[in-house]
């Protein structure tokens, strides 16, 4: 697909394979130049080149935001280069958005992300917050040039049951002069600290 200004916008619960999408613009509010949200599935081998999204808030270079579901979810081997994203105003502060994913959300199921990468991501005007209470007002409202936010909210009885892990994934260059935290690190913006012990990261095999 050359220059798709269309992504899927509603829920993807499926498989989509095998996709190159070049030159894409896409405006909404949440969303990704390949799925708008997806709850759950397998995304394989699809590859975003030369893109820019506008958006609201839960913006990803190749899925906006992934929701809650009782089914798994795999993306593997799928990459994005070259990708600017921002607000649909452009003088709005950005907050949630990835450039891989912007906002991974999970509970009692299993999450794969799984030898991907992103490179040459920009993200236009990230939100800074200078209020007293900055900890506090940041949570879930990170950028990164990977994943935005991640948040594991797994029952608590079963919590050695489900993970969510990153595994082989590579990021060409962090991004500059955007908050981070010590929930920060080279992968994801900020995840829900009380569920550490769910968020299993490997580093690329060389």
Not at 96 to 111: C, E, K, P, T, W
């Amino acid at each position: 697909l050359v220059g798709s200004e269309m992504c899927i916008r509603d829920r993807l619960n499926g498989t989509v394979k095998n996709l190159i999408i070049n030159g894409a613009t896409v405006k909404c509010l949440r969303g990704g130049v390949l799925v708008g949200r997806m709850d759950a599935g397998l995304v394989e081998n699809c590859h975003i080149k030369n893109a820019t999204v506008s958006s609201e808030q839960k913006i990803g270079g190749l899925v906006g935001f992934v929701n809650y579901s009782s089914k798994d979810l795999t993306i593997r081997g799928c990459s994005v280069s070259t990708a600017t994203l921002g607000k649909l105003d452009s003088k709005e502060e950005a907050y949630q958005m990835g450039g891989f994913i912007g906002y991974l959300q999970s509970a009692n199921r299993n999450v794969l992300i799984e030898n991907n990468s992103v490179s040459g991501i920009v993200i236009n005007n990230v939100y800074n917050s200078t209020e007293p209470d900055r900890i506090h007002i940041m949570e879930q409202a990170y950028c990164h040039a990977f994943i935005g936010n991640v948040v594991n909210v797994s029952d608590t009885d079963i919590y050695d049951s489900y993970s969510v892990t990153l595994r082989n994934n590579q990021v060409d260059k962090q991004l500059s002069g955007i908050p981070t935290c010590d929930r920060t690190n080279d992968y994801i913006g900020w995840w829900a600290g009380d569920y550490l012990s769910l968020i299993h990261i490997s580093e690329p095999t060389r």
